[in-house]
C-alpha cells in the first residue's frame, strides 16, 4: 500500500505537535515519558521531531495524558493557523486515476 505525500498543512501541524511535546516534557528524560505512556522512547523521538508527522489518536491521547496535555489543547495549538499555511502553500494536486485502470488490485 503506497500511502498518499503529506500535504504542507499537515507536515507544519506535525512539527507543532512535535514542539508542544517536547516544551511539555521539560526536564524529563524521553525514556520516561515515552515508558508513562506506553510507547518506545523511539517513537517519541520520531513525533517530537517531526519524522512522524500524523501520530495515531491513542499515541497522542497516551503522551497527553502522561504529560498532563488536553487533547482539546494539543488540538487547538496545532492545528492553529490553517489559513496561513494555505496562503504559504500550493493546494496539493489531486492525483487522477485513469477510468481504464481498476481501482481493486
Known amino acids: 500500500m503506497v500511502r498518499t505525500p503529506l500535504t504542507p498543512e ?14 511539555a516534557r521539560g526536564e524529563r528524560s524521553m525514556a520516561a515519558v515515552a515508558a508513562s505512556a506506553g510507547i518506545s522512547a523511539e517513537t517519541l523521538r520520531k513525533i517530537e521531531t517531526g519524522r512522524a508527522p500524523t501520530p ?9 495524558g502522561a504529560l498532563g496535555l488536553s487533547l482539546d489543547e494539543i488540538l487547538g495549538r496545532c492545528a492553529a493557523e490553517r489559513a496561513e499555511v494555505s496562503a504559504e502553500a500550493p493546494a496539493p494536486v489531486p492525483a487522477v486515476v485513469p477510468a481504464s485502470v481498476p481501482l481493486i488490485a
Do not use: I, S, Y
Not at 10 to 23: H, I
Open 10 to 23: 499537515e507536515r507544519l501541524r506535525g512539527e507543532r505537535l512535535g514542539a508542544l511535546l517536547r516544551a
Open 56 to 64: 495515531a489518536f491513542f499515541t497522542v491521547a497516551a503522551l497527553a
